[in-house]
């Protein structure tokens, strides 16, 4: 029913910055909250930001400061702004999406490096 589409990824020097976006597609019939996760490798999925609709967005301490999320409603795309990265912000990055249920992106890779 809803698929999402996850670009943006890429290498990156510490100190750098990227923004990713997640575009919803298909058939949905609402959206509530739209957010971000990142699995680096050997650890366990962790929450990155979130923001609901028309509300005030919410980061874990990792991304306070550095990371800005913002929705764009008309679009149905999510984004997430990455700046002064470090080379633990090093993960796949997955958008999830949450209306009647919870639907997750295929997931972007975001490398930094020393």
């Known amino acids: 029913q809803v698929q999402l589409v996850e670009s943006g990824g890429g290498l990156v020097q510490a100190g750098g910055s990227l923004r990713l976006s997640c575009t919803a597609s298909?058939?949905?019939?609402?959206?509530?909250?739209m957010g971000w996760y990142r699995q680096a490798p050997g650890k366990q999925r962790e929450f990155v930001a979130s923001i609901p609709s028309g509300g005030s967005a919410v980061y874990a301490d990792s991304a306070k400061g550095r990371f800005t999320v913002s929705r764009d409603n008309a679009k149905n795309t999510v984004y997430l702004q990455m700046n002064s990265l470090k080379p633990e912000d090093t993960a796949i990055y997955y958008c999830?999406?949450?209306?009647?249920?919870?639907?997750w992106g295929q997931g972007t890779q975001v490398t930094v490096s020393s």
């Open positions: 298909g058939s949905f019939f609402k959206i509530n909250v």
């Open positions: 999830v999406v949450s209306g009647t249920r919870d639907y």
